[in-house]
C-alpha cells in the first residue's frame, strides 16, 4: 500500500474518495475482499450511488459503509476529513 508520508501528500490523496475508500479496504480487509460487517459474508455488492456495500444475507443494517464497525462510525466528518487526522 502507497500511504503517503506528508500531511500535504495526504490531504490531496484523501481528497480521492476512491482513494479513501481503497485505503479503509486495505485497513480493515487486507486482503481486500469486503466483508459484511454483521455477519462477515464476502457477497456484497457495492452501490455506487450511496457509496456504501449492501450483504445479500437478510439481516438488519445490512447496508453498511466502511465506516460501519471503526471509531468513524458516528462520526459526521467524512473520511477525507478523518484519514489525514490519523
Ligand atoms: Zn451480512
Known sequence: ???PRTLRAALVYFNDF????RFMIDL???DGVVRCPTC???KVTYLADDKRWKCYAKH???K?????GTVLE???IGLEKWLPAM
Open 1 to 3: 500500500m502507497n500511504a
Open 18 to 21: 476512491e482513494n479513501c475508500q
Open 28 to 30: 480493515r480487509w487486507p
Open 40 to 42: 462477515g459474508s464476502d
Open 60 to 62: 438488519p443494517r445490512a
Open 64 to 68: 453498511f459503509s466502511l465506516k460501519v
Open 74 to 76: 458516528d462520526s459526521p
